[in-house]
Structures are given as C-alpha cells and as structure tokens.
C-alpha cells in the first residue's frame, strides 16, 4: 500500500473519532435536556456554544498548521477535545454546560483543515477530492456508529459515562499519529523515491514560510462565495449533527429503540455520498476541467438536498421522513469533498488558512441553525417549522456554487492546482 494511502487509514480513524465525539451529545440530548431542565431555546445555546468557539478558531488552527505543520497541530487539537469531551459529563448547570462546549469547539477547531493541509502535502490534485471524500465519510460513519454506541452506554450508566469514556478513547490515539505522521512525506522513512515524484508532480503543496497575505486574500470575491457557500450549506447540515435526534424524538415520537433502528441512516447515506462525491469530482475534473467539474457536483448536490429536506418537512411518517432526511444528508455530503478540494485548489501552500476561513463561515451557519432551531420550536410550537428555513438555506448555497471559480488563485504567490482541463494520469 502506498504511504498515502496509509495516511488515509490513519486520517480515517481521526475523522470517525472526531464525529463519534461531536454527534454523541445530539444523541444524548433528550436526556441532558430532561437531567438539567433546559428549554429548546437554552439547549440550542449548548450546541451553540460549540459552533460559534469553532468558527472563532478555525482560522487561527488553520494558519496555525501551515506555519507548523499538521503533525503537532493534530495532536494539539486531539488532546485538547478530548480532555473538555470528559469535562462535558461533569457538567451540572446550563452555564457550566455552556461554557464546556465553548471550550470544546474552540479546542476542536482546525480539525479539518489540518487534516487538509496532510492531504494537500501528501496527494497529487487528482487524488484530492478522491482523499477528501473518504476523510468525510469517516465523519458520517463516527456519526452512524453513535446511536449503537452512546444509547446502551446511557441506558446502563447514564449519559455523562458517554463522554467519559469516548473522552478518553482519544488519547489512545494521538501517539499513534505522532510517531506514523510527517509534515513533509520526504521525511516519512520508508517511502519510495517512485511515489515521492507521484506526489511532487502531482502539485502536492509546500509548507508556507510566510504569512498569509491578507489584504490580497480579502480581495478575492472567491473566498467571499466560497465563505458564502459554505456558510448556507452549514444550516443544513448542522441540523443532522446537533438536533436531528431530538426532532425524531419530539418531532415524530421516536423511542429509543426507533433511534437505534433508524437514526443512523442518514450518516450511512452521507458516507457513501461523501465517497461518491469525491471520485465523481476527480472524474469530472479530468473530463471538464477544474472550473466545470468542482461546479457541476456542488450545484447538483445541494439542490437535490433542499427538495429532500422539503420532503421530510411534508412528512409525517417516521421511515419516509428519516428517508428523505438520508436523500438530503447525502445529497448535500456528495457536494463536500469538491468544497473542500476547492480549497487546496485556490489556496496552495495556504490551504489550511483557507479551509478554515471556509469552515469559520461555516460554523457561523451552524451556530445560527442550532440557536434559531430552539426559538423557532418555541415560537410555533413545532418541531417541523425550523426544516423550512433550512430547506431555504441548503437551495440557496446551490446557487451560490455558481459563482464560485476554483482556477482562480486566492492570491498571486499560492497558485491554484491546475487550470482547465486537467489531465494527468493516474498513477
């Protein structure tokens, strides 16, 4: 297997872990709701807390990693989750709870850039998307595992056990990455001259030695449609990791037993989208060029996604409307590895600092879904308002996508990975 496959494996496991953590206080939330005695619109403050600490840090962890490297980074941003996902089960009050989740988001934050920043440096621009998809559906499998996982462990010992022991699980895996990882795969022993120059030709990425130039990158109205579009997405999304679970429950009468049995569908449809995703982008960047081919996925992705969000809002059945939030879960997951790859392709030895100013507005979307999610219940007394407002959002990001143009560098010293068509042969 090659050294960037293997990277991949390990990269994988980092994702699953990353959502098993994120997704387990969606699945606990009817219980901490009822434990603490919070409101919708409080508990939306919890899941608040997180997104607007993430979108505070994402771009600060990602700059962070282009300067240092992912290697240390990662294992900073492991390290620390995983210490305040533990502090999330000692929690007692709605302030206490609150300020636990700030601090989780804000030590959560970079996750993914720095897991971009690895694959820009390690995989050539054909391979990326491709990359990018597998890192994202380890995401949707960490959340299709949670409800088998945090349900039984909740039933026996409570849900605060739930974020002890998951906690702890990721400590076991950071010196796992910092022994195998390396910023540069030419420091990697064991690697082949053969796949060094895959990689090298490929357009890999260097490591930035200097700053970002920001009043360049400012400038560039594709960062603003890419912030845009990625902060529209955000509102849909969101909601499968943070409210989805309660809205079953509270929504369509879910038990338990009903969550185990369905709850996951829609992260195991996102995985195979997200898997989808990112090899139909690589083929159709190869086949229409990068500028057509990064656009055709985002726009047909999140379109479907809105009218399948409609659906389920039109649904009161509880298979058909968990079936159609799956169509819209992966409908809008086959779109995310050509976001994320279009931020490699602009940003170049950037790409951290890029990604996270990309998944910043993202977060700013989610922390706006999750707080007006509980007010909205409030205002009309139902659970199925809020889809409206997402269905909206998810349409609109859609059409964003078309003003988004991956041949056009973010500024003139990190050029973008190829212009139109590319055409480079796999290895």
């Known amino acids: 297997m090659k050294y960037r496959n293997r990277l991949l494996v390990l990269l994988f496991s980092f994702s699953t872990l990353t959502y098993i953590d994120r997704v387990c206080i969606s699945v606990a939330g009817q219980d901490i709701q009822v434990d603490l005695g919070l409101t ?28 240092m490297g992912p290697r240390r980074t990662i294992a900073r941003i492991v390290l620390w989750w995983s210490v305040f996902t533990v502090m999330t089960g000692y929690a007692r009050t709605f302030w206490h709870l609150v300020a636990t989740r700030f601090l989780f988001g804000a030590g959560e934050a970079g996750a993914y850039p720095n897991a971009s920043i690895a694959i820009a440096r390690w995989f050539p621009t054909c391979e990326r998307a491709r990359a990018q998809g597998y890192l994202w559906m380890a995401s949707r499998v960490g959340g299709a595992i949670s409800p088998f996982l945090v349900i039984p462990i909740q039933q026996v ?67 603003w449609w890419l912030m845009a579009m990625y902060y529209t997405y955000c509102w849909g999304a969101f909601f499968y990791l943070a409210w989805m679970h309660t809205f079953l429950e509270k929504g369509r009468d879910y038990s338990k037993a009903d969550l185990i049995a369905y709850s996951w569908l829609p992260f195991v449809f996102g995985a195979f989208a997200n898997l ?10 190869t086949r229409m060029g990068l500028k057509k081919g990064r656009r055709v996925i985002g726009v047909t992705g999140l379109a479907l996604s809105a009218c399948f969000i409609a659906g389920a809002f039109m649904s009161q059945d509880k298979f058909v409307c968990v079936l159609f939030l799956s169509l819209g879960y992966a409908s809008s997951d086959f779109m995310v590895p050509s976001a994320w790859a279009v931020c490699l392709d602009i940003g170049g030895k950037f790409s951290g600092t890029v990604s996270g100013a990309m ?57 973008a990975s190829g212009l139109e068509p590319i055409k480079v042969a796999r290895p």
Not at 46 to 54: E, K
Request: proline residues 7%; aromatic residues 16%; contains cysteine.
């Open 40 to 67: 919708p619109s409080e508990w939306g403050w919890v899941l608040g807390a997180f997104s607007i600490a993430y979108a505070l840090f994402e771009i600060p962890t990602g700059f962070m990693g282009d300067r």
């Open 157 to 223: 010992y409570g849900w605060r056990a739930v974020f002890i022991i998951f906690g702890l699980i990721g400590l076991f895996w950071i010196p796992i990455w910092y022994l195998w990882f390396r910023d540069d795969p030419a420091d990697k022993k064991g690697i082949t001259a053969e796949e060094l120059e895959e990689i090298r030709l490929g357009g890999a990425a260097q490591r930035a030695h200097e700053s970002m130039p920001w009043r360049q990158a400012l400038r560039s109205r594709n960062l």
């Open 276 to 285: 989808l995703g990112g090899y139909a982008s690589d083929f159709m960047v």
């Open 359 to 415: 998944n910043t507005a993202g977060q700013l979307g989610s922390f706006c879904t999750v707080v007006a999610f509980g007010y909205i219940v409030e205002a009309f007394q139902s659970y199925n308002a809020p889809l409206i407002p997402i269905a909206i959002m998810t349409a609109l990001s859609a059409l964003i996508w078309l003003k988004i143009d991956p041949t056009i560098p973010l500024v003139p010293t990190a050029p």
